[in-house]
């Protein structure tokens, strides 16, 4: 029950929190200078007046954002004003499934991996095996996609062509490789050394060794106990961490050629295309606050020391 | 409540004791702490000699930053241009260099602002809880929920900011909000310590307490999360950088030009890698050797000074 | 402790997991039996060089966007692409009067849209009227106004009165237009995008339903959104026997190291752009095709402002500008210096260089105009919307003023929004443009900068000499005459006034694969797939071959 009541009480709470990063993007796209109409063959200006009309922009701005709200709610973000005859829904829905695809594997693939040399890390902290891995982990974290990713490039597709150049090839396995290893490298060594430490330091607590000493076998140990309590900090990681994969894949969808959200961002706001940036971040708000409040209640789940404070 | 452990552990076992906390015996543990591990040592060398490097490059270097030849073509590296030269004829070395002291300095400069707010803050609303703390806490949340990187890029994009300084300001503004969590974090449970019921006592004032008495406390900690946010800082004015935002600084024939910033180099690099790949193999290298020098030191300080801490 | 079994099987489960959550396409495509049916039909693959906004004929902008647009749709009138003379599209015959205004047009026998239904003369008007219309908001329609009437209607707003526009029907396959004033080019000009038939009905067929139909030789099959557009065989297009390929693929590729990384692994066939830097090593390659264009990248100068009012600091900074070495070691893909603003290729018109290289005259033209004291004059301003060219450029040039003239001029990135809104507003010093010619005549490039031409002159010269020149030279039908008046305005522009400072011409790059035939390179851009055929045995080991030899060759 006091489950439930504080899954509530969060939910709530995001709620002007997101209207909040509304009327921000919002404010901030209009205040901008230039408009979506520019052009350099230009328009003559009645025609202007009549296209601004025609999409709402000579209305004062609180009507403008109310009637937004409005449409977005449900799920109704007009034209988009670059890509003709095509709403921004349309594309978004084109798009999403694309960089969430790659940002779920990357992130699945970066978890797995993480926890697992994180785990073999703390089996004999200081080992051997350890200190390499340690070592790789920061240098994991010290190669950014922008650089990763070229060189990937260049060594898989080119010299050795075992993958294709770029592509997303209707989201072909081997299209996607490329891009998930690019991206997953960063987390994986941020989530091996966040697992490390968590790992060792719930394997190091008094009622780990009184549960050994019960005799409680050590596959119900790990996996019951330790990973549960290790796994908290993993969970508060993993919320904005993977909105934020679904930003940072501009780099990698650039480089790979792929039609992915972070892309058409960046485009839509060169152009100054309201409609689809207010989509676009529309959306991304929405996973980030959805994300966060949902990473919280599993926080909660697992520990239930969370939901009674 | 679910107790916290305390952030900090002084080498002795009395840790109450409010003299134990105050400054001097801060330097020396990070002293001490550099000293420990021979990777600490070489790390910090590292970064003191890449920084003095690119910070005097100006007074060595044979050919300026910026200085453009208009030759046939990008060439590798030779005895007159140690890493090579661009398609522009501007040779690399120098730009390398210039590129450290950009990066360098939006790290330091934004990681410091944003220091000096994530302190003052998280002390602030540590120190005098209640309704405060919650009200403040709450702001830093619902600023922690805003989807910033899109703001950033949308700003700068909309805007044509192209003032390397707007950055470091624009940067700093969504990095202190880390900073100022765990700050309050020590400085909640620092405020239950005795001594600050003898300091009330003694009619010291609020302000007095929290910044000569709890802050000083907290630079341990603070020291080790500021050092792990300088390459998360340096890697985002690199995307942004990277993705073709434009900082513009005065050049030294008088012009403003684009920065060579190391995000604008492995940019270039990038679209030049099949026919000039040592302009992004150089930067690529000193970028990652940089951040790998300071993940290095982050993590000697904090094994250091307290090797629970899950910063 | 070695990894025992028991984190193995964890980490087994815990991925096993992590895959159910996928989607189930996600197994990797082997040779299907597509993929062999696709080995026996004729696909073309081209790469764009970005997703295009629009193929509705009223907002088709960009060479990219052209390029489809013409494929799926044709016109009263094509070019052939070898020699650009107008030949018949789905008119097969046209007469001009002698005065050069009033043009007879018979369409084709039985035309038919890509659903079989009918296309006649009304599919015309009617597009004819939708792009004129100010409500629609064409961005080319100004073409339209060499028609007699066109002007006046587009100006007039809901009150538009289409009779008055001379475009009439003559018969069931007759079409008739007016000008109102002699125009040569307009044949060349009724092969635009902006002269393609329309209809409001769409495909009512999968896969491409709802998708419009088309009146040239393909038709739109399906378009995913920066990821590629599949084109298929019109079967009702009025020579679709003699059409060779069975489908067109376009890729949009906005990054050209993608594009070539792509070509060179042999999964496209033709691509328009290329990393720079590759450029002079694929000149060698027999795939490599490159014309110069009638394209001109140029300075506008902002005339108002309060230091380049005056005609000598403009001349002083366009004679002070090595173009040739602008050409050759910046830019280096075969663009050629520019000392006109017509881009030279009109046959007949005058290319002698308008201005040139001087730097003592440049100087002592600064001198006398007051800035004797370099320091007088501020650090100017060029802008220029984002782009990696136009920043070496930017580059190159305020190293050669510095040197050269000792004016500092820096280079200014601003988002293309803001680039527009200030160039707009006279709000600049000097910015980047450029200019290609619509059709083979001077007129296309010298009317934008008529005083009355707010819109495009966006310099703020104002010339009644130029004024008058440009208004008769227009309307004048021997060619001599015309050509000396407009040659006479394009000196007073450049040269005496230097309100522009043309920079260099552009080449076009183009790669295509050897077994690709039918397909010609010309100064207009203008490229027609209708007539594309692929030469080889089988398409895999033809495939296969030639990436062999490409990459032989590439590892120069």
């Known amino acids: 029950m006091s489950f439930l009541i504080y899954g509530l009480k969060r939910l709530v709470a995001t709620a002007p929190i997101l209207l909040l990063v509304l009327v921000i993007n919002f404010v901030l796209l209009r205040l901008a200078p230039g408009s979506p109409l520019d052009r350099e063959a230009e328009l003559p200006h009645a025609l202007k007046v009549k296209l601004e009309a025609q999409y709402g922009l000579d209305q004062p701005l609180p009507v403008q954002f109310w009637i937004f709200l409005k449409n977005a709610a449900q799920g109704e973000f007009g034209q988009s004003y670059t890509y003709k005859n095509r709403s921004v829904r349309e594309i978004i829905a084109e798009a999403f499934p694309v960089s969430a695809r790659i940002g779920l594997l990357a992130m699945g693939l970066a978890v797995v991996l993480g926890c697992l040399v994180g785990a073999l890390c703390a089996r004999r902290p200081g080992g051997p095996l350890d200190q390499f891995l340690r070592v790789a982990m920061l240098t994991g974290k010290s190669v950014p996609p922008m650089v990763l990713a070229p060189l990937f490039v260049a060594i898989f597709a080119i010299t050795l062509d075992l993958l294709p150049v770029a592509g997303w090839h209707g989201g072909a396995t081997k299209a996607l490789i490329g891009p998930i290893c690019c991206l997953a490298l960063y987390d994986v060594a941020a989530i091996g050394r966040l697992m490390r430490g968590s790992f060792l330091e719930v394997q190091g607590q008094k009622y780990i060794t009184a549960l050994r000493a019960k005799g409680v076998g050590e596959k119900r140990l790990q996996v019951r106990h330790i990973l549960r309590e290790a796994s908290l900090p993993l969970v508060s990681y993993l919320g904005p961490a993977l909105s934020s994969i679904l930003i940072g894949t501009v780099i990698v969808e650039q480089v790979f050629n792929i039609p992915g959200l972070g892309r058409y961002l960046v485009n839509a706001a060169v152009n100054r295309d309201y409609t689809l940036t207010m989509g676009i971040t529309t959306l991304a708000a929405v996973l980030l606050l959805v994300l966060n409040v949902f990473s919280d209640l599993v926080l909660a789940w697992i520990d239930p020391r969370i939901r009674l404070t | 409540m679910l107790k916290r452990r305390l952030f900090f552990s002084a080498p002795s076992p009395d840790s109450t004791s409010w003299q134990d906390l105050s400054s001097p015996s801060f330097s020396m543990r990070i002293f001490h702490a550099l000293k420990s591990r021979p990777s600490n040592s070489i790390a910090a060398i590292y970064l003191l000699v890449l920084a003095a490097l690119c910070f005097s490059s100006g007074l060595f270097v044979p050919y300026a930053w910026d200085e453009i030849h208009f030759v046939s073509e990008a060439t590798g590296p030779s005895w007159q241009h140690w890493f090579g030269i661009d398609d522009l004829g501007r040779d690399l070395f120098s730009r390398v260099l210039y590129g450290g002291r950009i990066s360098l300095s939006v790290g330091l400069m934004s990681t410091s602002v944003s220091v000096l707010i994530g302190i003052s803050y998280g002390a602030i609303a540590g120190y005098f809880g209640g309704t405060i703390d919650r009200w403040m806490m709450r702001l830093v949340d619902v600023l922690y929920c805003l989807p910033y990187y899109f703001v950033i890029v949308l700003v700068m994009v909309l805007f044509s900011i192209d003032s390397l300084y707007l950055l470091f300001v624009v940067l700093a503004l969504f990095q202190w909000l880390g900073m100022a969590r765990i700050i309050r974090g020590q400085v909640l449970s620092l405020k239950e310590q005795e001594f600050v019921l003898a300091l009330r006592g003694m009619g010291a004032s609020h302000a007095r307490i929290v910044f000569r008495h709890m802050v000083p406390n907290t630079l341990g900690i603070a020291s080790v999360y500021a050092t792990l946010m300088v390459p998360g800082v340096m890697m985002q004015e690199a995307f942004l950088s990277f993705i073709g935002i434009p900082f513009t600084v005065l050049g030294t024939d008088g012009v403003h030009k684009p920065v060579a910033s190391w995000g604008s180099l492995l940019s270039e690099g990038a679209r030049y890698f099949d026919t000039a790949p040592w302009l992004l193999i150089f930067p690529a290298f000193f970028f990652s050797t940089t951040l790998l020098a300071i993940h290095f030191l982050g993590d000697g300080l904090r094994d250091a000074l307290d090797p629970s801490l899950k910063v | ?556």
Do not use: C
């Open chain 3, 1 to 556: 402790m070695p990894i025992s079994s028991r984190d193995l099987w964890f980490s087994l489960r815990l991925l096993s997991l992590v895959m159910l959550i996928l989607p189930p396409p996600l197994r990797a495509q082997h040779a299907s039996p597509k993929a062999l049916h696709q080995a026996a039909l004729s696909v073309f693959r081209l790469g764009n060089t970005r997703e295009i906004d629009s193929i509705d004929p009223p907002f088709v902008d960009g060479g990219d966007a052209n390029l489809v647009s013409r494929t799926l749709n044709e016109g009263l009138l094509v070019l052939d692409p070898a020699t650009l003379r107008p030949q018949p599209g789905l008119a097969e015959s046209w007469t001009v009067s002698s005065d050069g205004r009033r043009y007879a047009f018979t369409l084709r026998e039985n035309l038919r849209w890509s659903d079989g239904s009918p296309l006649t003369i009304q599919d015309f008007i009617d597009a004819f009227k939708r792009n004129m219309h100010p409500e629609t908001g064409a961005y080319y329609a100004a073409y339209m106004d060499v028609i007699e009437g066109a002007e006046a209607f587009r100006a007039s707003g809901t009150a538009a009165d289409w009779s008055k526009v001379a475009i009439r029907q003559l018969s069931l396959r007759e079409l008739e237009i007016r000008l109102k004033e002699p125009a040569p080019y307009f044949l060349e000009l009724l092969a635009q995008a902006i002269f393609l038939p329309q209809t409001v009905r769409t495909q009512k067929k999968a896969p491409g339903q709802g998708l419009p139909l088309s009146s040239g030789p393909f038709r739109l099959r399906s378009w995913a959104l920066k990821d590629k557009m599949i084109l298929e065989k019109n079967p009702y297009y009025h020579s679709a026997t003699s059409v060779y390929l069975d489908e067109v693929q376009v890729f949009p590729i906005e990054d050209p190291k993608t594009a070539w990384n792509m070509y060179r692994a042999g999964e496209l066939d033709w691509i328009r752009s290329l990393p720079a830097s590759l450029i002079p090593k694929l000149r060698k390659m027999p795939d490599f095709h490159s014309s110069p264009i009638l394209n001109t990248i140029y300075l506008r100068v902002n005339t108002k402002d309060l230091h380049l009012k005056d005609p000598r600091v403009r001349r002083a900074i366009s004679m002070a500008i090595d173009r040739e070495l602008l050409a050759e070691k910046v830019l280096r893909e075969g663009q050629k210096a520019a000392y006109t603003f017509v881009a030279p290729g009109i046959e007949g018109y005058s290319a002698e260089p308008i201005i040139s290289l001087d730097i003592p005259a440049a100087r002592r033209l600064l001198d006398e105009a007051g800035y004797a004291d370099r320091k007088k004059l501020p650090e100017l301003a060029m802008i220029y919307p984002s782009n990696p060219m136009s920043e070496r450029i930017g580059l190159a040039l305020s190293a050669m003023l510095v040197r050269n003239l000792g004016v500092r001029m820096a280079p200014r990135n601003l988002e293309r929004g803001v680039f527009y809104d200030r160039l707009n507003d006279l709000r600049y010093q000097i910015a980047r443009s450029d200019w290609t010619l619509e059709y083979s005549d001077p007129r296309s490039s010298l009317e934008k900068f008529t005083s009355a031409n707010v819109m495009n002159n966006l310099t703020g010269f104002a010339d009644p000499t130029y004024d008058q020149l440009i208004a008769t030279s227009s309307v004048e039908w021997d060619q001599e005459k015309r050509w000396k008046g407009f040659r006479r305005a394009e000196e007073i522009l450049v040269g005496e006034q230097a309100a522009l400072i043309p920079l260099f011409t552009n080449v076009s790059i183009n790669l295509w694969k050897p077994y690709v035939k039918g397909m010609y390179d010309n100064p207009r851009l203008y490229y027609s797939i209708r007539h594309v055929r692929l030469e080889r045995s089988t398409q895999a080991s033809g495939a296969e071959k030639h990436r062999r030899s490409v990459q032989q060759e590439a590892k120069l």
